[in-house]
């Protein structure tokens, strides 16, 4: 998550590391939270965050590319799994985040909508759009 928002390997680790910092911390209040997970997620973006302002660079999270050495062409399903990334790039930003966190971080709908601050209903929505386009996508690329 931290990379698909700074875009680079090196400050996401760091982005991750002050969240680690963060949590361990606040390790006392985490465990008695409802929702450490949605923390956890919160804590990351806002950090990301942190880092363009830092950094002064505002970007939206586009241009997602990954680099060779993590998905080998030689792999059946590396190209194909290359091309799910650079369609999701294209995505609206929320049905971007929502398909991120409930397909690749494994929240629920309701940790979703909690970290998004959107209603459960909308996290469904985000979620069916983003997978039909990706379906569609995929069927028009065969």
Not at 15 to 31: G, H, I, M, P, S
Not at 64 to 69: A, F, K, Q, V
Not at 95 to 112: A, D, P, S
Not at 132 to 140: D, G, H, M, R, T
């Amino acid at each position: 998550m931290a990379y698909l928002w700074v875009k680079d390997r090196e400050a996401a680790n760091d982005v991750l590391q002050q969240v680690f910092e963060k949590a361990w911390t606040k390790r006392n209040d985490l465990q008695t939270m409802e929702n450490p997970t949605g923390w956890m997620v919160r804590a990351l973006k806002n950090e990301s965050m942190q880092h363009f302002r830092g950094s002064r660079k505002m970007e939206a999270i586009t241009d997602l590319e990954l680099e060779d050495e993590e998905i080998q062409e030689s792999e059946p399903q590396g190209e194909r799994l290359k091309m799910v990334f650079r369609f999701l790039d294209k995505l609206p930003e929320k049905q971007k985040e929502v398909f991120q966190l409930r397909e690749v971080e494994g929240l629920t709908y309701e940790e979703i909508a909690d970290y998004l601050e959107i209603s459960v209903d909308q996290v469904k929505v985000n979620l069916h759009r983003a997978r039909k386009s990706l379906k569609e996508y995929l069927i028009a690329k065969k």
